[in-house]
């Protein structure tokens, strides 16, 4: 139970003693040895969380629920929405999947530190694979199963991993996508040669060894019956894994995670912000590959003694709410993209009748007022909006549902007040405003990267700090209210000067996406001649054809809601935005169209 009772009185407790209050939340997880300090400055300037501490993360996710007496509880369900199998995999079953290609990884001399990288869709064998990595103490880096072969080449060459453990096919829609052109693409074009390669073979599509190297070619579910395991302790500094940033603004980084402050973060927010406990239902329809399938995919539900639902594929509507129902989900953590997909599927805005479901968490890119009102309609229950980045691993800003103080009297469209450890500031531009860049003070808390991955080592993240080393970047633009809660702008690069005053790209969309004809849009600046920039507006609509009335409305509706000085006139339909893999729109591609 949390020793709070209120907001303040937590945010005191850290501020206060904040070596007290992370050691305090350290003893929700079990150490081998137990930490000596809660932070400590590395000598390379960046930090470290809890010094002197052995763990497993592993263990904290599966194996000591199993010695607590709860090895029949369900830990993990798997829904494809390409195939339609349901996996449901207890904690005493997935302790023996996992133990077991753990031993499989260290038969094929894979051991503590060595990198493995995972090319494998959204399914069972990719959370085994990450956990038994984590229980012989390999780090492994998962990679989105959609990459082309190039971008697979690059991350092989970032990390240099020992074995790769790639799916023999992937789904878009219900179509099989063999992977091996795109496994021997990669392995021909990086210069990095990994010493094996895992197949996990699926009835879709299986894989042949490829000529020549079929000894270096090992089958998944062959290696899950080698003996199993331990899991081996670990430093609490030491590396669980990597994961890439998107790289939709520069070359991907490999962001790096801790094993103990990982596990920390992971277990508080669990029960402080989501408000669930031992026995709850966690369900998130991010794939795997992104940092909210590591985080709430994987490793929190579990370390939490919850049972978690993952899925493969773009689920409609009607499967997440059978999804829910089947499994009593407790907590739904979901994207914007994702329900704008169940929106425009024709999901009944009356909704279904979910009674295990608390709340709905909506995080990864901006969110319309007008969507989490859909969405509200149509769950009938909470919908709240929080923010977080793949380098943070858990949310920066949230609404804390597991203190007893009562809760928002409505869900507001902010993303809440900063988490624990979270020092915001919003570093105004030189023009002046309420609005700017939100940077962080450092040390950040625990959870969040350990650093770079760079040229083979852990390097600080010092492309993510202000020029005094004092402060972290986030490169998103908001505000602060008076009472704590952060209002997001979008990206910092997305905010527009026209004729010398600023809009941010996402205020201009917020008002587009009430039109009752727009489905999506986004807003990017285009040059000006007379004004310097000025926006445009993408629109898919509602349905097809548009009326011809509707840019004119689109244009009223934003001169009416900032000004006419904003100065929108463009409003092209297009039949879609163009997204990254993880579903983000791209904004950059259409400026430059």
């Not at 080698?226 to 430093?235: I, T």
């Amino acid at each position: 139970m949390l020793p709070w009772k209120t907001y303040d009185a937590m945010r005191q407790a850290v501020a206060t003693d904040p070596e007290e209050f992370w050691l305090a939340a350290a003893r929700r997880i079990a150490w081998e040895q137990a930490p000596v300090a809660a932070c400590r400055a590395r000598a390379d300037g960046w930090h470290d969380w809890f010094a002197g501490g052995t763990l497993n993360s592993c263990h904290n996710a599966v194996d000591r629920h199993v010695a607590a007496g709860r090895g029949e509880q369900p830990a993990l369900v798997w829904h494809s929405c390409a195939t339609q199998e349901t996996t449901r995999l207890s904690y005493a079953a997935l302790q023996r999947r996992v133990a077991g290609f753990a031993g499989g990884l260290r038969a094929l001399g894979v051991g503590k530190g060595d990198r493995v990288l995972i090319a494998a869709p959204c399914m069972v064998e990719t959370a085994i694979a990450m956990l038994a990595c984590a229980r012989i103490g390999a780090v492994h880096v998962v990679v989105f199963a959609g990459y082309a072969a190039a971008e697979l080449a690059r991350r092989i060459d970032d990390v240099t991993p020992k074995i790769l453990v790639v799916a023999s096919c992937r789904f878009q829609g219900r179509t099989a996508v063999p992977m091996r052109e795109t496994l021997e693409g990669a392995l021909a074009a990086a210069a990095h040669v990994p010493e094996g390669c895992v197949i996990v073979q699926r009835a879709a599509c299986p894989m042949p060894a490829a000529p020549g190297r079929a000894q270096d070619f090992h089958d998944f579910h062959a290696l899950e019956q080698s003996p199993p395991v331990a899991p081996v302790p670990v430093r609490a500094e030491d590396p669980l894994y990597i994961l890439h940033t998107s790289g939709t603004t520069g070359a991907p980084k490999g962001i790096v995670r801790d094993n103990g402050g990982h596990a920390v973060a992971l277990s508080l927010s669990m029960e402080l912000i989501y408000d669930c406990g031992p026995g709850d239902c966690f369900f998130t329809t991010s794939d795997l590959g992104w940092v909210v399938g590591h985080s709430y995919g994987v490793y929190a539900p579990l370390l939490g003694g919850g049972t978690s639902v993952i899925v493969e594929g773009c689920p409609s509507a009607q499967v997440v709410g059978r999804l829910c129902a089947a499994h009593d989900v407790t907590c739904l953590f979901t994207t914007p993209t994702q329900l704008r997909v169940m929106r425009q599927g024709g999901a009944d805005a009356a909704g279904c009748d979910l009674p295990a479901l608390k709340r709905v968490f909506v995080a990864g890119e901006y969110a319309d007022p007008t969507l989490l009102d859909w969405a509200r309609r149509h769950f009938h229950r909470p919908v709240v909006n929080h923010w977080w980045q793949t380098e943070t691993g858990w949310s920066i800003t949230a609404h804390f549902f597991g203190l007893p103080e009562a809760g928002p009297a409505g869900m507001p469209n902010d993303i809440g007040r900063p988490a624990p450890g979270f020092s915001p500031m919003v570093r105004p531009p030189a023009e002046g405003g309420g609005s700017g860049e939100i940077l962080l003070a450092l040390p950040l808390p625990p959870g969040c990267l350990a650093g770079i991955w760079k040229e083979g080592a852990l390097r600080p993240p010092s492309a993510y700090l202000t020029g005094d080393g004092a402060w972290y970047r986030t490169f998103d633009e908001g505000l602060i209210a008076d009472d704590g809660s952060v209002h997001m702008l979008g990206r910092s690069d997305d905010v527009i000067k026209v004729a010398g005053r600023r809009v941010s790209g996402v205020q201009i969309e917020k008002i587009v996406a009430g039109h009752g004809d727009v489905h999506a849009c986004a807003v990017v600046s285009v040059s000006d001649g007379l004004r310097g920039q000025r926006p445009v507006a993408y629109v898919v609509p509602a349905a097809w054809p548009v009326r011809a009335e509707c840019a004119g409305e689109i244009v009223e509706r934003v001169g009416r809601g900032l000004g006419r000085w904003v100065g929108l006139k463009d409003v092209l339909f297009v039949k879609q935005l163009p997204t990254t893999v993880s579903g983000k729109i791209m904004r950059r591609t259409l400026a430059t169209a």
